[in-house]
């Protein structure tokens, strides 16, 4: 016996509501914009500068008394917030404190951060530093950049390659469906106050890699089954292609979802927001590539005479053997 | 019909048997760790017979590449200090004044009374002349005291330019030589860190350059970053000190007064040297390569004015007889004095390459930081954290690795576990790849490896998907085999090239952790495909040989 997720042969219309698809996640679009611009990310230190402490005690974490410890050295904006996490042991009590960057201050300053320790320790004498990150404002700017850079860079490589191997349809359709997942993990990112760093700019381009090969396995099918029922109304091919490849997007996306889960679980807190969106992402990315480019791709239309080969025409690897 | 020549046959066996070997060493990491180690410590001198038996650990035939561990998983320090290059024109333009002082003062019936003015703009000496009709005459005394500049983009010109403005004659560095000064002054910055942290003997220190005036400092194991800047902190002590005798022997009395230092580059060398310094590394004011009269590699260097009077009063006393260049008590170098060397500026002339020219005015310069720095990132992970962090990522990625692997096996049966041996192997030539170039595996690398579990049967998921169709249709199992691996190669290549800018743009842009995560994602691009599309097939073809089935159920 097999394990079957989708029967052999599906034939769903997934075009019958096109303007319900489309509608749901211009919804979902604007939400996520909406407390993008209302409640904005909760940037860590790597974009906004600051100096973020993880301290480690047996005591249980006191976080009322460590802000009054804080508070009388007047450092400015501190966040503390305990850590919570399975793999930790009972001893094991995990607060982050972050302290926003000082005024005036082009660099990190070690006094900040000496002062802070010895008022934590005075409280909680056996707390233990065990990581302590500074970025000076100079830097964070330059990161934010060279992130918000990198993202659009992707978009756009992704967007050439496609073009260049499709059609630019089939590119427009991919890099919106691409825009439409970055868009709504930064909306989740906004809206769950997660704080957003370095590491969540990895995710997100992991994300563009990942909702991409999605995508680019649809289309694939479309532009063979194109060139296969060249009569074939776009809507019925375009159906006909999302139902063979459903399978396969299905095994796909569970098998990541596996591993992702168990790195969410099990993977510790340091990583956890970096997973988390790698997760949310794999999901939006299923949905997109189906519901986004597909759509997006019959409301464009395509190029039906095939007759007449182009050089992006075809399958110039198909040849290759093993 | 369905088969795979020979020598394909070999060589994808003979890749994937590479890939292991090359990847074992982390299976044994401590014991491959203290065997290197050793090995190294050999070959710095050390040859004892403890590190001769720590380096029998492991068998010297076996490949003992590893993959580093980056900081958030073994512990230790990151900075990212800005060299603030602009320093070194104020230094070097205090260190010019006295010479034009002295030139212009000389001409004093030409260009009547000279003042400096003050505050004047950073590399710029501003000097008031009473007599406006000399400026042109001062203006080419001046440029008589103009160097060529020694570097590749600024040939052909000079280091100072000079201009008169009404009654005020400007000297400014010239482009060229900001951007040479710039140069050496970054490395300069990065040899005296480099040697620093050497000193304290931490494994795999990474300082690089980054950017224009950037260093980036990484040091595995160490406390906190605060002791890393204090290491960083304390300047290197550059001393000019008369030699009395050469000697074998280090354990030799140097006598009252005296000390003995080992030579820097001559094993067994040792000088007895007087302890009080002629000249110490602070009144050095530069130091470049350069030629001798001859035409052989040599060292220019210069003092400022004090130290140019004591090392020219003790030149012109001891022409003849050597003395060192020290450097952190080892002497770099001993010369014998040719001539009573005034003017503060000297040369070093030896039998240097010009490598070793170059090399010894970069350690010349290199006694103290030539310029501030200033931090503008700083990190440090405790070593608990990161075992913590290796701790959790070990389980998560068995975990995943083994629901992974039962979830193909229950999809796809037989075919599943084909594409099951090629995930673990997959999983190998990952490491491998990466212990070969040793690269560095990060927490967030360990998330790429967990994610390339997961879409790493992707390739297979698609050809496999592409058989399933393919038998519906009921060409043979040969022929839809075939087809399935020929039709859905298009789709694999596109996904995973796509997948595979991504990696190289986060590369590209990223840094430290990104960094690890973009290179595990790329190389496990790579491996899946190679294993999806040679390895499993192989494994299909080779079982198909066997047992020539009519039917077969994917």
Known sequence: MRLRLVPQQTNFDFFSRPVLWLGISAFLILLALGSFGLRGLNYGIDFRGGTTIRTESAQPVDVGAYRDALAALELGDVVISEVFDPNFGPEQNVAMIRIGAQDGEEAVSTEVIETAEAALLEISPDIKFVSVESVGPKVSGELIRTAAIAVALAIGAVLVYIWLRFEWQFAVGAVVALVHDVVLTIGVFSELQIRFDLAIIAALLTIVGYSLNDTVVVFDRVRENLIKYKSKDLKEVLNLSINETLSRTFMTSLTTLLALIALLVLGGDVIRGFVFAMTWGVIVGTYSSIFVASVMLLRLGVKRDWSKPTDTTGNQFGDIDA | MLQVDLWKRVLIWATVVVGLLLAMPNAFYSRVETHNDAVKAIEAGFDTTENRDLAAGWPSYLPSGLVNLGLDLRGGAHLLAE???????????????????????????????????????????????????????????????AQPVVSLTGAGSTDLEVRGEDDVLVITLSEAERQALDDRTMQQSLEIIRRRIDEVGTREPTIQRQGFDRILIQVPGIGSAAELKEIIGTTAQLTFQPVVSRTSDGSERPGVGNEILPALDQEGVYYILEQAPVVTGEDLTNAQ??????????????????????????????????????????????????????????????????????????????????????????????????????????????VAFVAVLVFMALSYGLFGLFANVALILNIALIFGLLSMIGATLTLPGIAGIVLTVGMAVDANVLVFERIREEVRTARGPARAIELGYEKALSAIVDANITTFITAVILYVMGSGPVRGFAVTLGFGILTSVFTAIFVTRLLIVIWFERRRPKTIEV
Request: glycine letters at 8%; charged letters at 25%; proline letters at 6%.
């Open chain 2, 83 to 145: 060299v603030q290059v602009q320093d070194v024109y104020e230094a070097r333009m205090e260190s010019l004044w006295p010479e034009v002082r002295d030139l212009l003062r000389d001409a004093r019936d030409e260009v009547g009374t000279i003042r400096l003015q003050p505050n004047a703009p950073l590399g710029e000496l501003r000097i008031k002349i009473s007599e406006p009709a000399g400026m042109n005459r001062a203006i080419e005394l001046v440029r008589t005291l």
């Open chain 2, 289 to 398: 390569p350069a030629f001798d009269q001859n035409g052989r590699p040599a060292v220019n260097f210069s003092f400022n004015p004090s130290g140019a009077r004591r090392f020219g009063d003790y030149t012109a006393n001891n022409i003849g007889s050597p003395f060192a260049i020290v450097l952190d008590d080892e002497v770099i170098s001993a010369p014998v004095i040719q001539a009573h060397i005034a003017g503060g500026s000297g040369i070093i002339t030896g039998s240097f390459t010009v490598e070793e020219s170059t090399q010894l005015a970069v350690l010349l310069r290199a006694g103290a930081l030539p310029a501030k720095l200033v931090f503008l990132e700083e990190r440090t992970i405790g070593p608990e954290l990161g075992q913590d962090s290796i701790d959790a990522g070990k389980i998560a990625t068995m």
